[in-house]
């Protein structure tokens, strides 16, 4: 067992050049804030990238970041907080849920992780995730071959996408050695309205009205009855909320919320929540922290189309005791397993039934991870093709193997 | 690239030609199959006219099974297949072979859903880009990539080609509006990836179908997400007397953390050519011209101009007017949307060049324009999307004098070589197709290019889907397979180890 820590390029490419040639598999890790996440991998020796580190370009008047793959993430946003600035696909920290402490001593996770697990938070429903922003990446691929894609500027359509194929790949095809995003200004004011005592379905209907309205709602999230109490350490009580967060500069913040509360003025009693307070939630409902526990009892991660999900939570809760909360306009939902079985099958088979869209078992005890398909099964032509593809990126499955299975 | 070679005609395929048709009529029965060169001749080019050429046939399904079919076909008989979109692409991506199948997508015209609670269409590739909007305006919503050939060019294409449109900066491209596409294989497989939901599972394979340029698969229906129209919309008409202090208003405008809805500039030559045509009232003793456009609610865009404003004359500007109304935005913009065929009016023949750079190097990049304009003896004018850094250098040249057209091509290289140069890249939403094919060595080695081909033998192993496009040299997929490695000789005694 050998990890492993280059801090160049050339390091990291001699070291899976190195692998290819034993045809020897290497665990691709950067802080480690998101290894419980997916297949535990069995590997004899460890990449890890946390001593690749470093901004290799900020233009702040060009909106671009550029950083060496295992530079914090804590680091980076520090950085851009300074000049007003931020990723704003609000990429969440995994510590919370999986054990760690928020944060964790700025060893919450890399700028390479980011975009290998294709990090997001609430402002994806108006923002995009990662995949997103990212512009370009430099990596080395499992036939120990560094290649580049993309570039540094927005509008780029020269060749294939292969920094959008990085992101959400879990280090299974490449091991990013440089990444380059887009970054965007930092709103100057945020507002959240809550309207209080929803039900599920209600709540959808809320949204969806806001949503397509000119608002511009940046976040729109529904924390029913109790979980409501889980956030920003239960200062606004346990009645359900329905959550719309409004962004911008401060004379369309007011006018919009404004606009909001005539249109949902009928819907519940309304609450505004400014500033601080507003922020607090959304980084709680980011970073799932209403199933923070400290435990190890399944949690799941599934996206769907909005106005389906609520129906589908509703049939799952039928069979199987479990607490949920919806992002994303309700299209995202944090599903925790009151019992220890992830009851699988019957969550997937109920997401199909209720129109498609994926589940990933975000958490859950090794044995059980190691049992069931993390990420959701994929129907056999798109398998085949995905398959294929991690074999021309890594014909000898020495990259995480396995890991996203 | 006027001696641009393309792969070389499969003669069993041509010397089959009547059987392949035949077989096609089975497949596509009906009128969907034409193989009449004079009916063809609609087809022979794109947008990029300078190249022509006649497909071996043209088949225009109707339905996905139809798709899998010819394409399965094809495949099994190592036939070449180019899908078509509308045929408005500028660098030559549906270009036909006369070896290949020419798959016109256009029957696949329907909008399929429109559903306003989750906020998504459901569209046949062959509808228009604008054809979406116009399907959802009675709501109050609109689909956000606009490219300016937007009331022809299909959202299939724009998939193809991830087109962009004057609303990138803040609204993103095709790949940041598109949420899921069902698509079929060269091998006839019929594959969804994404939905009504958001990100894909497994492996971002709608990232890379986005601006693939129909080298990997063909779309056979699109869901693309719709938003709500601004409440209102406000332009600023700024002008400037050197493109420096353009240049600088445009950072200083996003260093206040101002993402404007749209943001456009335009040199000297532009400005002269638009005024001409439209009378829009750009002022003419001006080097730069800027065009803000805010959108969103009125007291939000009412703050907005009153920052821009003082942006723009701390920057220097001489002139600034502010639109008091819709008809004076529209007339803003008018000159800008006429600039192409402004600069037809002033000029035989011109060629749009898209490459794009970090708007800081604009200054650099205008004056090497300035130098090349000299060396080759051509004029150009210049319009930019100048929030993304999306330069548009139209270069003036006269087809009819002869060597015309290779100059104007080599003095195009030359500006794109440029734009790599300073930090750019070579297309910013025109695409690579045949014309930027052989520059791609400007920004990619072989390596690079090596794993980007390999991506191709994942979808189509055989080459077989739009060939002689995007890459300048095909390598056979075997070869591209194969590994080159050194058992033991690698040493890195470095590199800490725990």
């Known amino acids: ?405 | 690239m006027s001696g641009l070679a393309m792969p070389k005609p499969d003669a069993e395929t041509l010397r089959r030609r009547a059987e392949i048709v035949a077989d096609m009529r089975i497949i596509v029965p009906g009128e969907g199959v034409v193989d009449a060169a004079n009916e063809m001749r609609a087809f022979e080019s794109d947008g990029l006219t300078a190249y022509r050429q006649l497909p071996l046939v043209v088949v225009l399904p109707e339905t996905v099974a139809q798709v899998s079919r010819v394409l399965k076909y094809c495949n099994e008989r190592n036939i070449r297949v180019v899908p078509r979109g509308s045929g408005t692409s500028l660098s030559g991506g549906a270009l036909p072979l006369e070896d290949a199948v020419l798959l016109v997508m256009s029957r696949f015209n329907s909008i399929l859903a429109i559903d306003y609670p989750n906020r998504v269409v459901v569209a046949q590739p062959g509808v228009t880009n604008l054809g979406i909007t116009t399907a959802v305006e009675q709501e109050g919503f609109y689909y956000a990539p606009d490219p300016s050939s937007q009331i022809a060019c299909s959202i299939g294409g724009n998939v193809a080609e991830n087109s962009g449109g004057v609303h990138c900066l803040k609204y993103g491209l095709t790949a940041n509006n598109v949420l899921g596409i069902e698509m079929v294989l060269m091998n006839g497989e019929v594959v969804r990836l994404g939905g009504s939901h958001l990100d894909q599972e497994g492996y971002d394979l709608l990232g890379v179908m986005t601006g693939s340029e129909g080298l990997l698969g063909v779309v056979t229906e699109v869901t693309v997400r719709i938003l709500k129209k601004p409440e209102t919309a406000r332009a600023l008409l700024i002008g400037f007397p050197t493109s420096e202090e353009g240049g600088q208003c445009v950072a200083d405008i996003i260093g206040a953390g101002i993402i404007p809805g749209g943001m456009e500039m335009m040199d000297r030559p532009a400005i002269h050519a638009a005024e001409d045509f439209v009378h829009a009232g750009y002022p003419l003793d001006v080097e730069a011209l800027l065009i803000v456009e805010l959108d969103g609610p009125g007291v939000e865009v009412d703050h907005l101009i009153g920052l821009v404003e003082a942006i723009a004359y701390r920057n220097g500007s001489t002139t600034c007017r502010i639109s008091q109304s819709e008809q004076e935005r529209l007339s803003f913009w008018a000159g800008r949307k006429a600039a192409f065929p402004a600069v037809g009016r002033i000029s035989p023949d011109y060629y749009c060049m898209d490459g794009t750079i970090p708007r800081k190097e604009l200054p650099r990049v205008l004056a090497g324009m300035r130098d090349l304009s000299q060396k080759y003896g051509l004029g150009v004018a210049n319009v930019f999307h100048a929030g993304d850094g999306n330069l548009h250098p139209l270069i003036l040249y006269d087809a009819n004098v002869p060597g015309e057209l290779d100059k104007a091509e080599s003095f195009g290289a030359d500006i794109l070589r440029l734009c790599v140069e300073v930090g750019g890249v070579l297309t910013g939403e025109h695409g690579v197709g045949v014309e930027k094919r052989d520059l791609m060595p400007e920004m990619f080695n072989q390596i690079d290019l090596d794993q980007q081909m390999r991506v191709k033998c994942a979808f189509d192993p055989n080459h077989l889907l739009n060939p002689g496009k995007v890459f300048p040299q095909l390598r056979r997929c075997a070869e591209l397979g194969r590994m080159h490695v050194h058992r033991g000789q690698v040493a890195f005694p470095d590199i800490p180890r725990f």
Request: proline letters at 6%.
């Open chain 1, 1 to 405: 067992m050998t990890t492993f820590a280059p801090s160049s390029s050339a390091e990291i490419l001699s070291t899976v050049q190195w692998a290819a040639s034993e045809e020897t598999p290497l665990e691709i890790l950067g802080h480690g804030s998101k290894r419980d996440i997916g297949r535990p991998l069995q590997t004899e020796h460890t990449l890890d990238l946390s001593r690749l580190t470093g901004v290799t370009l900020y233009e702040p008047a060009e909106l671009v970041l550029s950083a060496r793959a295992g530079t914090s993430l804590t680091e980076l946003e520090a950085l851009l907080t300074e000049n007003g600035q931020q990723f704003a696909f609000e990429p969440m920290d995994y510590g919370p849920l999986l054990g760690g402490e928020p944060g964790q001593g700025g060893k919450n996770g890399t700028i390479g992780g980011v975009l290998a697990s294709n990090l997001s938070g609430p402002r994806r429903l108006k923002a995009g995730a990662a995949r997103d922003h990212i512009l370009g990446v430099a990596a080395v691929s499992g036939r120990g071959e560094a290649f580049k894609s993309g570039g540094r500027v927005v509008k780029n359509v020269t060749g294939y996408d292969l920094s959008k194929l990085m992101a959400g790949s879990w280090g299974t095809l490449a091991v990013l050695t440089d990444v380059t995003f887009k970054v965007l200004p930092a709103a100057e004011t945020e507002v959240t309205l809550a309207i209080r005592g929803l039900l599920d379905d209600a709540a959808f209907a809320a949204m969806a009205l806001a949503l397509g309205s000119s608002a511009e709602v940046s976040s729109a999230a529904h924390l029913p009855e109790r979980i409501a109490a889980r956030v920003a350490g239960g200062k606004h009580r346990s009645d359900a909320a329905t959550l719309l967060r409004v962004e911008g500069f401060g004379p369309s913040v007011v006018y919009r919320i404004e606009a909001l509360k005539q249109l949902l003025g009928k819907a519940g009693p309304l609450e505004e929540i400014a500033g601080e307070a507003s922020k607090m939630i959304w980084r709680d409902i980011r970073d799932c922290r209403p199933f923070a526990d400290g435990g190890t009892r399944p949690v799941w991660r599934v996206s769907m189309a909005p106005s389906e999900a609520h129906h589908m939570v509703m049939a799952l809760r039928m069979q199987a005791a479990v607490d949920a909360f919806y992002d994303w306009q309700g299209g995202l939902v944090w599903l925790s397993m009151r019992e220890d079985d992830p009851e699988a099958e019957l969550l997937r088979g109920l997401i199909r039934k209720y129109g498609g869209g994926h589940a990933t078992l975000v958490r859950a005890a090794a044995p059980h991870r190691a049992a069931l398909p993390v990420f959701e099964p994929q129907p056999p032509h798109l398998a085949a093709l995905s398959a294929r593809l991690k074999a021309e990126f890594d014909p000898k499955n020495i990259l995480n193997p396995g890991r996203m299975g």
